[in-house]
């Protein structure tokens, strides 16, 4: 019931923090006094445990200590900051996260630049570590390994809150590995990566994930190529 309680009224914070205060309300108090009944008796197969995808909210607020502790701990009153107020709740005790390695980056070489759409805000552009094809060398200016702060943060708060599981996904090869350079997908559907890049951005996800391995001691215990760009 703690866990319940508390995945609600983190719906309701995200909410607070995101929408104008006009539209707020009191969904707050309303979500808090809801009763969900769960038979513990019912068995679905074993779970490795639970957890969050990173990406688009920890762009914006992977830097909150608040939200990790309530995210990633499991301590009885975690004190939250809404809009100025302090609302205390059960911490979720996640642990296991998912990265979502980036496609974007704003730099421009060769004549090219990555091509925005209109419908993908930029807090939800997730930046690329690879940002053009001049090396392949991770050490080299091709790649920005200070891209991505925030949810690096997010990433490193939840494995010192003890978050055991990471998980890397990419939703978009970098964007200039795309066919109209756009990590949006392509125009009409379909494949939006060229075949003579598909080892390159196997090369980026693999890059990343060793990258984490090695400097941040999070190793991937498995990695998805989702298609959404496809």
């Known amino acids: ?10 719906l309701s914070i995200l909410c607070h923090l ?3 205060s006009n539209s707020q309300g009191s969904e707050l108090n309303s979500i808090q006094q809801n009763e969900i009944k769960v038979n513990a008796k019912d068995s679905f197969g074993r779970w490795e ?8 909210w920890s762009k914006q607020f992977g830097k909150r200590e608040d939200l990790s502790d309530l995210f990633f701990t499991d301590d009885a009153s975690v004190k939250v900051n809404i809009n100025g107020s302090t609302v205390t709740a059960p911490g979720l005790g996640l642990n296991i996260v998912r990265y979502n390695a980036g496609a974007c980056s704003f730099n421009t070489f060769a004549g090219k630049k990555m091509q925005i759409s209109p419908y993908i805000p930029k807090s939800r552009q997730m930046d690329s570590y690879w940002i053009d094809n001049l090396s392949e060398n991770p050490n080299s200016p091709s790649w920005n390994w200070t891209a991505d702060e925030s949810q690096r943060t997010a990433l490193l708060n939840a494995k010192k809150r003890g978050v055991n599981l990471f998980e890397l996904f990419s939703n978009s090869p970098p964007w200039w590995m795309c066919d109209n350079l756009n990590p949006s997908g392509a125009p009409r559907g379909g494949n939006n990566l060229s075949p003579l890049n598909y080892p390159l951005h196997s090369r980026y996800l693999s890059t ?14 498995s990695s998805a ?6």
């Open 208 to 221: 990343v994930a060793l990258d984490f391995e090695q400097e941040m001691q999070t190793a991937a215990s």
């Open 225 to 230: 190529l989702e298609k959404s760009y496809e």
């Open 18 to 20: 995101i929408l104008p």
């Open 49 to 56: 445990g639970w957890g969050t995808s990173l990406a688009w």
């Open 1 to 10: 019931m703690a866990a319940l309680k508390s995945c609600l009224l983190l």
